[in-house]
């Protein structure tokens, strides 16, 4: 019998049958509620053609909303690659053997995780001027916010996912001579980032929404190109937030489907093939004597 913990047990059938009627309660109260809003929406005209018949027009979406969606992916593409080096390097950091590396990287994830986002980015918009004498431009100030609150939170996840590696693995790795730094680079940090892979992806997800703050800088991006601003929702606030929240969800949906089919390759490549699992080890041949 195995010594590991159980987390979940299979539902039995009475289980079964009481995860199935919750499932129907729950759906049911979910479509009532959606009904209700819409309902609500209705009364007030909010679903009248005449509101929506600006979003059916060309120039709304060369003139608005493409634009702040193109400015939104640039930010969320820029920061998932400073965050993502930024949590590798400070995992590592955290894990080194040296006091005064582990020690201070800590305090710097610690200390990026504590501060909320929007006054990370307000305080590198208005704040560091004062410090190098010079502007900071919105894009930049929105990136390193991004960069360095998401870069921190994935540290972490770096760091859990390369303690979780089994440690019979690095000590192979220091019997065949690696050094602490190849052992991390060829053996631990590959593990890590495709065992934390979903956890990897639900913070960029994170990051791709946290875009919206940039509002706060006046950043042109996807909310205040197609929400704030008048010319883009002409009067009807609640009809462009609407178009702008699915625009959203199509997005983080397309990059949560890239990041399934990522998981899904990269399992199958880790796999040994069936034949070669399937062959017996070669058997010494025996010569007969005599």
């Given at each position: 019998?195995?010594?590991?913990?159980?987390?979940?047990?299979?539902?039995?059938?009475?289980?079964?049958?009481?995860?199935?009627?919750?499932?129907?309660?729950?759906?049911?109260?979910?479509?009532?509620?959606?009904?209700?809003?819409?309902?609500?929406?209705?009364?007030?005209?909010?679903?009248?053609?005449?509101?929506?018949?600006?979003?059916?027009?060309?120039?709304?979406?060369?003139d608005f909303i493409l634009p702040g969606l193109w400015a939104t992916l640039k930010a969320?593409?820029?920061?998932?690659?400073?965050?993502?080096?930024f949590g590798i390097i400070f995992a590592v950091g955290r894990l080194s053997d040296h006091?005064?590396?582990?020690?201070?990287?800590?305090?710097?994830?610690?200390?990026?995780?504590?501060?909320?986002?929007?006054?990370?980015?307000?305080?590198?918009?208005?704040?560091?001027?004062?410090?190098?004498?010079?502007?900071?431009?919105?894009?930049?100030?929105?990136?390193?916010?991004?960069?360095?609150?998401?870069?921190?939170?994935?540290?972490?996840?770096?760091?859990?996912?390369?303690?979780?590696?089994?440690?019979?693995?690095?000590?192979?790795?220091?019997?065949?001579?690696?050094?602490?730094?190849?052992?991390?680079?060829?053996?631990?940090?590959?593990?890590?980032?495709?065992?934390?892979?979903?956890?990897?992806?639900?913070?960029?997800?994170?990051?791709?929404?946290?875009?919206?703050?940039?509002y706060i800088v006046a950043y042109p991006e996807l909310l205040q190109r197609g929400v704030?601003?008048?010319?883009?929702?002409?009067?009807?606030?609640?009809?462009?937030?609407?178009?702008?929240?699915?625009?959203?969800?199509?997005?983080?949906?397309?990059?949560?489907?890239?990041?399934?089919?990522?998981?899904?390759?990269?399992?199958?490549?880790?796999?040994?093939?069936?034949?070669?699992?399937?062959?017996?080890?070669?058997?010494?041949?025996?010569?007969?004597?005599?």
């Open positions: 019998m195995s010594d590991r913990t159980v987390l979940y047990d299979h539902p039995g059938p009475k289980a079964i049958r009481r995860n199935r009627i919750l499932t129907v309660v729950f759906g049911l109260a979910l479509i009532a509620l959606l009904w209700w809003v819409y309902s609500k929406f209705d009364e007030k005209g909010q679903f009248a053609g005449p509101l929506w018949e600006p979003f059916a027009k060309s120039g709304t979406w060369t969320a593409a820029t920061g998932m690659v400073l965050s993502l080096a006091w005064w590396i582990s020690v201070p990287a800590g305090m710097v994830v610690e200390f990026f995780r504590a501060v909320p986002l929007l006054l990370m980015i307000f305080f590198i918009f208005y704040g560091v001027p004062f410090l190098i004498d010079g502007p900071v431009e919105a894009f930049w100030a929105v990136v390193v916010g991004l960069t360095l609150y998401n870069g921190s939170v994935l540290a972490e996840a770096f760091r859990a996912g390369i303690r979780a590696v089994p440690g019979g693995q690095s000590e192979a790795a220091y019997a065949v001579g690696m050094r602490k730094g190849q052992v991390m680079q060829h053996i631990l940090v590959p593990q890590a980032a495709r065992a934390m892979l979903p956890l990897i992806v639900s913070q960029l997800v994170v990051l791709l929404k946290d875009t919206a703050l940039g704030n601003d008048l010319p883009a929702n002409y009067g009807n606030v609640v009809a462009a937030a609407i178009v702008v929240a699915a625009i959203y969800i199509v997005v983080n949906s397309l990059l949560t489907l890239l990041a399934n089919w990522l998981d899904r390759r990269t399992k199958r490549q880790g796999r040994a093939p069936r034949e070669e699992a399937a062959a017996p080890p070669s058997a010494a041949v025996v010569e007969p004597q005599g």
